[in-house]
């Protein structure tokens, strides 16, 4: 209800919170508030991000079974919950990616129900219907490694997993997986020769859910002084790379420079 005049303008909402209590019958816009609540909440939350992985969905690997946690993800503009699944894998000594692949919608008289299915295969570029979860290449009696030293070690052709690839949800533009921006900050961090933009990138990797894809780019462009607006994920991937390296060469001149005796004229 809007109220309009020389004094006042204002406008007076209601937000309804159904009771349900012994000896009440339960209504039907109780019920149709409880179902809407989540949906508006969800939409106004998420409505702007792209497709890709919001939380969760991580990939474990114990005694020849294959776990996929519970999660979220974005498909389509929708959110999609993903329950936690384990399937024998007995795929050794090749390279597997494992995937969700959504099906179409169907409908019942009381659902609308999307079938979404765990995939493993040996095919490295997703469907428009398919969302990389992570690859890897096990040997049999090997362990799937998840911790990183260094920022290649996260493509590690054997018996690691490799998230460099697993597209996640951002405002308006995808982003790569949060174990990777934090793996280049604390890297960086050890480094030396950094400049106050590495600083504050990196605490902004170590402190937040997910980098969003212009903040990472907009600190690229500063550092190499140049537009980096149209990189891809393998792209910010390898400069990040490229990052670490060159802060690394730097420390070990440096160090180089310190221990050099002098020359005997």
Known sequence: MCKNSTEIRSCMQYYKKPIFAKGRIVKKESLDLLNEFPEKLISTTWNSFSDGILYGCAIEYTAQTLIVCEGACIYQGEVVLIEREEIPFLDFDRQVVVKLVFHDWEKTEDFM???????????????????ELGRFFLSKGAELRKQYQTMEDCRTAYNTLDVTHVPYAGHNHGTLSPVVFKLYA????????????????????????????????????????????????NQIYETLVQFVRHRAEKKVKQVTGIRKEPKVL
Do not use: H
């Open 186 to 233: 604390r890297l960086l961090l050890e480094s030396s020769f950094l400049d106050e933009i590495d600083y504050s990138f990196c605490f902004l990797c170590l402190n937040q859910e997910r980098m969003e894809r212009e903040t990472v780019l907009t600190y690229f462009s500063c550092v190499l002084g140049k537009p980096c607006w149209e990189f891809t994920n």
């Open 113 to 131: 129900i999307r079938p979404v299915e765990l995939k493993i295969d040996d095919t490295v570029f997703s469907a428009n219907y398919e969302m």
